[in-house]
Every structure is written in C-alpha cells, then in structure tokens.
C-alpha cells in the first residue's frame, strides 16, 4: 500500500467563542478557516486530517504556516506505506522543526490512514481504550449575578460539571469581583477556573489571586511566558493549570518538575502535533498531572482525534475535553456526541478516526500534491 496524494481543503470557520482581552485589543480580525488533509492511497483507503490554526496573537505561527509545513514535507510522505507510520512521522520531525500546527493537521491524516491500513479504530491501534466516557468543560458566560448564574445553569442541566471562566479583559478589580461571585456559585462536586489567556501583567496576578487567595481557584496560564506564570505560582500558591505557554514535552517536564502546574491543557498546535502531545500525555500518566487536550478550535474531525486520544488515558487524568462541533458548520456526518457533559466512543467504532467527511462543506481543494 502507498500513498500517492494529498489534498488539502481550506473552510472557512466561525469560532464565535469568547476571546477575552482579544476582543479590545485586536485590531485585525483575521478570519479563520480550517485547514484539512486528505491523504490518498493506491488501495483506495483515505486518511483525513484538521487543523485551526489560532490567530497570530494567540501562538506564534500563521494559518498559512500549516498548509506551507505540509507542502514542505510532502515528498517524505508521498509513496510511503501508511503502516510504517512511525516512521514516516519521524522522518517529518527531523525535516521540519516546529511548525505544530502542520504536524497536527498530518500527524493526525497519517494515524488516521494507518489504523485504517490496519482495520482498527485508532484508539485501538493506540493500544485500546482505557476510559470508558470522559467529561467535557463549558465555558460560562460572564455577566451580572443573575446572567452568569442563569449560563451556569443552563450547562448545569444539560450536565456539564466542569467550567471554564474567561478573566484578564478589564481591570483587576472587575476579575477580582468575577471570581468571588463565581466561587459563591460553584458546587461542591463543580471545578471551576478561571482563564486570562495569559493577559495579566505579574502585577496583575499578584493582584487578583492574593485578593482571592482565600478561595483557592485554580488559574490558567494567568501570564505571558513560563517564567512569569511560574514567579506568580511561587508566590501565591494556588492550583495552577497551564496552557497555551506549554510548547512541548521539555517545557510539560519542566513546569512539573518547578512545581508550577497542578494540571496541563495540551493544545496540539502548541506543543508540537499528534506526536509530542502523546508523547506528553505518557509523562502525564507517569507523572500524575491531568490534561485537558484539544487545540485552539476545530470540527468533528478533531474531536474525533482528541477523544481517540483521551481514551487512552485512565479517567481521572482527564481533566476535561471540549465540544467543537458545530451546527453551522457540518464536516463530519457522524460527529461524536456530548451528552450529560460526557463524550465517548462508541462501542465499535468504524476504522481510523470513523469520520465521515462531509465533502459538500470542503469546497474546492487548495492544494493537490502528489509525487
Ligand atoms: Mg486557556
């Protein structure tokens, strides 16, 4: 068996989602679209892969940057056999140093076409499934008392437990106020944290979680760089989640080893691709630090990919993985589902990633490579 094209399809997306300090402060809006992989062979089989790329603001790489890295390793790809997978993945690590969100996009169109070279879904080529269902996170919406509390509800009763709250797009004082009426609302069996997207100054962080240090919230990613966020976790001692300052296995070592992290958010654009966010998911088992995994946003077919990963891991190193499918946008026919705040494969899965792509949204391809 040998692969002998790769199509690539750019879809315009809506992510629609709260962006905190970003809504004041970008002054260009780049539209974003979701870049997919489609990788041929001569048996027939297909593998299909996705990546959205984060604005510029958000990591540093372009979208564009994704569909150049593919282009650039193609050749290592072309004519290979889709079992050898490792393989080829190491080949395109050595040939291309960064550049996570390419990786992704490819990585994950390559395990794809490998599990269904190999007639099994891909969590079982990935060793099996050893979560049976796992818990996804919603993001509240923050407004007065009653508006916040009514958000909170509503993702209450469809059974969601675990919440992320948006912070860092106004002054202190405001995220000082959010955080105490929210701790007041939470449950007890509820985790709630709260996420500047690395907004504060240090001064910022000293700021607010002294003021609330008697709640102990967790925190995500509260500054800039690693270093800041690890100065603010020294000195104040509350649980910490890091996210998008996480760019690899080396810096997931580190944070662990420097006592910064209680739980790590794995964005696999940020790390490295497929390959370095396993890679980190195996240090996190070994060393006891729950994740979350995703990436900065997607469709059915990343989902599909993070929940096949997820399952991997026993439960309670799942801190929590989030729903990106959308209505307005139907790639995937078959989009796994949430239900009472829980996301699972199903009992048989289909092989591969069991996507069935919806080509109608695709469009026409940007790219067609092949050797
Ligand atoms: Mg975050």
């Known amino acids: 068996m040998r692969i002998e094209r790769i199509i690539l399809y750019s879809v315009p997306i809506d992510v629609g989602m709260e962006l905190t300090r970003y809504v004041a402060s970008q002054s260009i809006d780049p539209a974003l679209d979701t870049l997919v992989v489609r990788i041929e062979t001569d048996s027939g089989l297909i593998g299909w892969g996705e990546v959205c790329s984060a604005p510029p603001y958000y990591l540093p790489e372009l979208s564009a940057g994704a569909r150049e890295g593919i282009r650039h390793v193609a050749p290592l790809v072309l004519g290979r056999d889709p079992r050898q997978v490792l393989s080829v993945l190491g080949d395109i690590g050595a040939a291309l140093r960064g550049h996570g969100n390419a990786k992704t996009a490819l990585e994950m169109a390559l395990w794809d076409l490998a599990a269904k070279a190999h007639a099994m879904p891909l969590v079982d080529l990935w060793g099996g499934r050893v979560a049976d269902s796992l818990p996804v996170l919603a993001v509240v919406r923050i407004g007065t008392r009653d508006e916040t509390l009514a958000s909170l509800e509503a993702f209450r009763a469809e059974g969601y437990s675990r919440f992320q709250v948006k912070v860092g797009a106004g002054e202190a004082h405001d995220d000082i106020s959010t955080i105490r009426m929210v701790e007041d609302m939470k ?6 944290w709260y996420d500047p997207n690395r907004g504060w100054s240090v ?21 800039e760089s690693f270093e800041e966020c690890r100065n603010v976790a020294r000195r104040t001692g509350v649980p910490f989640m890091l996210d998008e300052v996480i760019d690899g296995p080396r810096r997931f070592l580190q944070a662990v080893q420097d006592e910064v992290m209680d739980v790590a958010s794995l964005k696999t654009s940020a790390v490295g691709g497929i390959e370095a966010t396993r890679t980190i998911m195996t240090l996190a088992k070994t060393l006891g630090v729950p994740v979350r995994i995703e990436d900065y946003y997607g469709t ?7 929940t096949h990963l997820a399952h991997t891991l026993p439960r309670k190193m799942v801190f929590g993985l989030y729903d990106y499918v959308s209505e307005d946008l ?10 009472n705040g829980e996301i699972r494969l199903p009992d048989a899965p289909g092989p591969g990633l069991d996507v069935d792509v919806n080509e109608a949204v ?6 067609v490579i092949e050797a």
């Open 187 to 192: 449950l007890p069996h509820e985790r709630i």
């Open 203 to 223: 001064d910022d962080a000293m700021r607010v979680i002294l003021a609330v240090r008697d709640l102990a919230p967790m925190i995500e990613n509260p500054c």
């Open 300 to 306: 059915g077919i990343l989902l599909a990919c993070v």
């Open 330 to 339: 139907p790639m995937v026919k078959n989009p796994l589902k949430v239900e």
């Open 362 to 367: 695709l469009g026409d391809p940007v790219a």
